[in-house]
């Protein structure tokens, strides 16, 4: 990592902005002589664990946090018809121990239906045993052709959290996916991103699922990105893998199931939603630092204000913030510019007409310059950095806005998904989304769309003109 001066492109050429801020931000390096497998720096490895920290927290409500093993046997991962059909190809298998063929070769997690399932067969007895949540945390593996990018489209996934749950009755599960939407909701609420959250189209679902619904956001050149899914398995799995209870009246009944999971796409959207032509832009709950400190030492009184520095720095912490106080021995721009890059919502400046006046400066990452008051100093930070997130909040909600249309038919759909996503009406048949897709180079990304700014829409079908109701039609990541 350097940390040599030189322009960011703008972010207007994105994908050049995110590729240069991933390194020059300390997030990732993208060096590894793998495709589609990165490093984590230590700067993004924090980010990563506050984000994640952040779920768990939502999570550990009602779910509990387990572990199950990378490796999956072929004969367990070959079980559901549909769920194999839908991972064959993007499958890595292991078929050697040393120099030995194994007997049956071994599967590196896509997902982990497979490595859990058969554990839920020998753990559901009886209906008191359910509901059952489980997450975990893990890495899993897919041979993605598309192009890889760094956290948006991995070969190693590092940070795949998986809900798997087990419920009495489909209604029981069905429940459980509102649930699971509104922990998803709140998540990418705490993370200031605004998402649209729709039904996946029947053929789009995962594979083995009754249903798929999907949150997804959409990115500064207009392109959509899923950031999480959360699926109905009706009995599917249950039938396979044999998962029953005994019901109050003794009888044997299959369980029904849900999962849901969100990979390290949450920090790409996170970075991308937020960050500008100088760096990352964190929101404070992630920050892994929430303020720096910089002294201003120009001239005499360097020991009096670098004391100050270190005295506040002191006292923030003590109130539980993310401090840093960089008294490297470096100009204060480049100290700026170093803390822009890296996404800090908070500078405090001390410098010796601060000491005097009994004040510290305080510039947020959006350039909004104020004063607090030396005494009182912790809860003005806390205010500053409150004030910080819903100002975050407030741009990003713009940005959504800015990139959705309600249009009526293929004319105007073909305009709006150059800039963003449009809400259309279609009447549900895949011919009909096949020639929305084939006319504007975007798909039909879903439909039942909740999310409160998004417009309600119905009308004739914008490619038969049967009546139809709003589906989300963008340009995917
Ligand atoms: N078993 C289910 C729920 S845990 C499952 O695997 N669902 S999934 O296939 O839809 O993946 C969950 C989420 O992981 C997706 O919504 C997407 O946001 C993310 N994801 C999927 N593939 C990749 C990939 N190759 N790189 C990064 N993130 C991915
Ligand atoms: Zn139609």
Not at 201 to 227: C, E, H, N, S
């Amino acid at each position: 990592m350097d940390d040599e001066q030189g322009a960011l492109p703008g972010k207007e050429d994105f994908s050049a902005w995110y590729n240069e801020l991933l390194w020059r931000a300390g997030i990732m390096d993208v060096r590894y002589p793998v495709k589609g497998l990165y490093v984590w720096f230590p700067f993004g490895f924090a980010l990563r664990r506050n984000v994640y920290g952040a779920l768990r927290a939502l999570l550990d409500v009602d779910h509990e946090e387990a572990l199950f093993p990378l490796l999956i046997p072929e004969t367990e991962l070959a079980r559901e018809s549909e769920h194999i059909k839908g991972f064959e190809d993007e499958v890595y298998w292991v078929t050697h121990g040393g120099t030995s063929p194994l007997d049956v070769k071994l599967a590196l997690r896509p997902t982990s239906e497979c490595a859990i399932y058969p554990m839920y067969h020998l753990w559901v007895r009886s209906h008191a045993d359910l509901p059952l949540r489980l997450y975990q945390v893990v890495n899993s593996f897919r041979y993605e052709t598309k192009h890889t990018r760094p956290l948006i489209r991995l070969r190693e996934i590092t940070s795949f959290k998986e809900a798997h749950t087990v419920h009495a009755s489909w209604e029981d599960a069905e429940c459980q996916v509102a649930e699971a939407i509104r922990l998803y909701q709140s998540f990418y609420d705490s993370l200031s991103i605004p998402v649209i959250i729709s039904k996946r189209p029947d053929w789009d679902k995962f594979p083995g699922a009754d249903y798929t619904i999907a949150v997804d956001t959409i990115m500064p050149d207009g392109r959509t990105l899923q950031v999480g899914t959360v699926h109905h398995l009706g009995d599917h799995f249950s039938k396979t893998f044999s998962i029953t209870y005994e019901d109050v009246n003794g009888e044997q009944q299959f369980a029904c199931q849900t999962c849901y999971g969100i990979s390290e796409r949450c920090i790409a959207a996170l970075i991308s939603m937020h960050g500008d032509d100088r760096g990352l832009v964190l929101p404070p709950s992630v920050a892994p630092v929430q303020v720096v400190i910089v002294p201003i030492t120009i001239g005499r009184r360097k020991e009096e204000v670098t004391a100050a520095a270190e005295d506040i720095g002191q006292c923030l912490t003590a109130a539980g913030i993310r401090v840093k106080v960089d008294s490297r021995d470096l100009r204060p721009g480049a100290k700026y510019y170093y803390w822009e890059m890296r996404g800090v919502p908070l500078r405090l400046e001390v410098g010796p007409r601060d000491i005097d006046s009994g004040q510290v400066t305080v510039v947020t990452r959006l350039g909004d310059k104020s004063t607090i008051p030396r005494a009182g100093l912790e809860d003005g930070v806390c205010a500053a950095l409150a004030g910080f997130a819903s100002a975050l909040t407030g741009r990003a909600m713009e940005h959504i806005r800015a990139h959705i249309r309600v249009v009526q038919n293929i004319g105007e759909l073909s305009a709006a998904v150059g800039r963003g996503v449009a809400i259309v009406p279609w009447c549900g048949k895949k011919e009909c989304a096949d020639f929305i897709g084939e006319s504007t180079n975007a798909s039909v990304l879903g439909t039942e769309i909740r999310s409160a700014f998004v417009p309600e829409c119905r009308g004739p079908c914008a490619a038969c003109g049967e009546e139809g109701t709003g589906a989300l039609v963008g340009r995917a990541y």
